[in-house]
């Protein structure tokens, strides 16, 4: 059965809003800070400013636990955040208007905590009002919006309006998004949730009882693990990407319009892929296909470093790596979708995405020192290039292990 429209406008619409802080610092400011010639060790530590992310599983519950029944158990907590990410985003323009860095990355901080904690309740609007059939086609809202939103604040409007307008407009033009989708989820209503949703708020000993539960399950370590590893040598990989185009002669501008704009359109392109395959076939089945597919351009990488680069080649690499690391995000998020408890949803989805999260967090820090001549190893692009293919490939034999588990089932009751 179809998703209705509306449903689906509305979750792209917020995972938008929730992409743009992310994209913001993943992409548009390495580009900046490698022109100002910032050494690679320090840009790898700037991923640090995404510890939100990785963090907010410990405040999930508290999701899972409060809410207003006048405002909805979710709007109540995705309405504040807006108007704190709109309000953090106006300051950064000011920030950036003055070159105040340390002040910028304070903020930038901040945004990612406001989106982060939006996150987590719009997550769980997705796990109580999605059916099974609908999670290929609501993990592509997921999925599709949070890259639109990466690519408008990473550079994208810089890219398009020529440069004119500078960091600190875009930082206002995102602010004037985020107020925007406030506007919009003021006026929505939040939809009844699906059975085996928790209608209303849960108390402590439930929600804790039912993690507890889950996270006992026959063959969650081997999910953890599955969940923890599949972006890492991708992201070890992407790291360095932008700051070896820098570094290869290519322009921050052009960079910025191939990496930020085609190469998101190209993700996009490859989540709808994604979402079309996990509505198809077995979502593990899903997640096999795509991450094989996704090795491919991480040897093209590797090879533009080992032969040299051109335009051609750099845009046919950087397209097919993020339309295969596009599909493959989608479809693993609709397979951790499937292994929640819908009535923890915020909590036991969080928990997944934030592992998610940290098994990409040393790619970042660990990429650049090992690839750094001044403050590291000093391997270089090619090596570093290389064992992010090696992690991607181990990855797949995890496969196996995953394919003798079977879904579980969780009780509509929690146990005592």
């Keep these: 059965m179809r998703l209705p429209s509306s449903r689906l406008m509305l979750l792209s619409m917020l995972y938008l809003v929730q992409g743009m802080p992310f994209g913001f610092q993943s992409t548009a400011l390495p580009v900046y800070l490698r022109t100002q010639g910032v050494a690679l060790t320090t840009i790898g530590f700037a991923s640090a400013l995404s510890l939100p992310w990785a963090l907010k599983a410990l405040w999930a519950p ?181 700051p070896f185009l820098v570094d290869a002669g290519i322009p921050a501008s052009r960079i910025l319009l191939w990496v930020s704009t085609w190469g998101t359109v190209a993700s996009i392109l490859g989540s709808v892929a994604g979402g079309l395959l996990a509505s198809r076939m077995p979502l593990l089945g899903a997640v096999a296909l795509t991450a094989t597919l996704r090795v491919g351009p991480l040897v093209g990488r590797w090879l533009l470093a080992t032969a040299g680069v051109s335009d051609a080649s750099v845009i046919g690499v950087t397209l097919a790596e993020e339309f295969f690391g596009g599909a493959l995000t989608t479809v693993m998020f609709a397979f951790m979708m499937s292994r929640v408890d819908r009535r923890i949803g915020a909590t036991h989805y969080t928990l997944l995405a934030s592992l998610e999260v940290w098994g990409k967090a040393p790619a970042g820090p660990l990429a650049t020192w090992l690839a750094d001549p001044k403050l590291g190893l000093g391997l270089g692009y090619p090596r570093v290039f290389m064992l992010g293919i090696v992690l991607s490939v181990a990855f797949l034999a995890l496969l196996l292990p995953m394919r003798r588990q079977r879904r579980v089932g969780f009780p509509a009751s929690a146990p005592t």
Excluded: H
């Design 62 to 242: 508290l999701v899972d636990r409060y809410g207003s029944a006048r405002l909805g158990r979710r709007r109540s907590w995705i309405l504040p955040m807006q108007l704190g990410l709109a309000a953090s985003c106006a300051l950064a323009a000011f920030a950036a208007s003055r070159e105040a860095m340390p002040l910028l990355f304070g903020l930038v901080l901040l945004m990612n905590l406001f989106a982060a904690t939006q996150d987590i309740a719009v997550d769980g609007f997705a796990v109580d009002t999605l059916r099974p059939d609908e999670l290929g086609l609501g993990n592509t809202a997921q999925v599709v919006g949070y890259k639109f939103g990466m690519m408008f604040a990473g550079g994208g409007v810089i890219a398009w309006t020529g440069d004119r307008i500078g960091w600190p407009g875009l930082l206002l033009a995102m602010a004037a998004l985020c107020l925007a989708a406030f506007v919009v989820m003021l006026f929505a209503r939040e939809p009844a949730p699906r059975e085996g949703a928790a209608a209303t708020r849960v108390n402590w000993d439930e929600v804790f009882g039912r993690l507890k539960q889950a996270l006992l399950l026959p063959g969650t370590g081997w999910l953890l693990l599955f969940v923890g590893t599949y972006k890492l040598g991708e992201s070890m990989s992407d790291v360095l990407y932008k």
